[in-house]
Structure formats: structure tokens, C-alpha cells
């Protein structure tokens, strides 16, 4: 397991997610489950009507940091992009082992699927922070 996946694995399928549309700034925190073959690319669920489709419909950059584990761990990115998925939740659906998102969306299949790649990120924790790139 990289140190990337265990960073992955401290956030416990949580992460927040800051999107920007004309210069206004908007914070969520949002469920996610990694990609087992593609670590740095996460899928996330959307109700159709969201605000935040309207966001990444006008500008697909955003920033993320997971929450703080017990050690501080974190990954941190601004360097990241979010769009609707090509892939279908019957695609991804076994990637998410959490209850928790299974009661928070009990029909995901009926949300929108998308698709977050990290391009490069800072693993931050209290003893100290590498950054890793992706291709």
C-alpha cells in the first residue's frame, strides 16, 4: 500500500470539496470511494438538482483536503478536477464500503456520478507533509 492509499484510508471516505463559479467560493464536505486501479481518481455522488453541478458545469477546477485524523493527517489539493463521470454507479458501486454513505444515499444509482481526479496533492500531518504527482 503507497502512502498515498493510506492517507486515503485516515479520511474514511470523507472529503472536502471547494468549487468557484464567478469568483464565489463554496465549500461542501462530500462521501467518496478511490479508485482501486487509479488512487487519485475518486468517485462522489450528486443529487441532479444541486447547486454544485451549476459550479462544475461553469468551472471544473476545485480544491480538496480530506478531514484531520488523529495525527493530522490530511491530503490537501488545488491542483484537481471534477466532472461528471463517463462510468455508470453499477461501475463503481462496490468501491464504497462505508455504511455511512450507503444510508446518506440510499439511491445513489438515481444521483449523478462524478468524477474526481487529483493531479498532484500535499500529505500533511503533524510530523511532516510530502507531496506526490500523478500522470
Known amino acids: 500500500m503507497t502512502l498515498f492509499e493510506e492517507f486515503i484510508q485516515a479520511a474514511r471516505g470523507l472529503v472536502f470539496v471547494a468549487t468557484a463559479k464567478d469568483n464565489q467560493p463554496s465549500l461542501r464536505i462530500m462521501g467518496f470511494a478511490a479508485d482501486p486501479a487509479k488512487p487519485n481518481v475518486w468517485y462522489l455522488v450528486s443529487q441532479p438538482d444541486a447547486a454544485k453541478l451549476v459550479d462544475l458545469a461553469a468551472n471544473d477546477q476545485v480544491a480538496v483536503m480530506t478531514p484531520l485524523n488523529e495525527n493530522g ?38 444521483e449523478v456520478l462524478l468524477e474526481l481526479t487529483i493531479h498532484s496533492a500535499r500529505l500533511s500531518a503533524y510530523a511532516g507533509d510530502e507531496t506526490v504527482t500523478f500522470d
Not at 463503481?92 to 440510499?106: G, R
Open 73 to 110: 493527517a490530511r491530503i490537501e489539493s488545488n491542483q484537481a478536477t471534477m466532472a461528471r463521470s463517463n462510468k455508470k454507479w453499477a461501475d463503481v458501486q462496490e468501491y464504497f464500503t462505508n455504511p455511512v454513505f450507503a444510508k446518506n444515499h440510499p439511491h445513489a444509482d438515481q
